[in-house]
């Protein structure tokens, strides 16, 4: 049985997505917590989450779940950190183009 490895930048893929669904789940889990009056995620697990390349899946839960709009720091964190993600992965998406389109 041959086990083939993916490439690097796949798994980096797949690990930001899967990342990125667990901060998602993280704002679900809050917000309803919130709800509920139960035990909530830490604001600072939060953050932490959303620094490490989680501002997508905080982004989308923000919208979905109406959850950590006006509250700062998530009012100007999320956007902010989403827009330095973006320019990160298309910086290293271009290096990475660059460096294979020279023979």
Partial sequence: MSVTM???PALLGILFIVWNLG???LFGLDKRAAIRGLWRVPERRLVIAIIL???LGAFI?????RHKTRKAPFNWLVPAMLTIQIVALAALGL???????WP
């Fill in 6 to 8: 993916l490439p690097l």
């Fill in 53 to 55: 390349f989680g501002a």
């Fill in 95 to 101: 290096m990475r183009f660059s460096q294979n389109s």
């Fill in 23 to 25: 901060v998602l789940c």
């Fill in 61 to 65: 839960g923000q919208r979905l779940f």
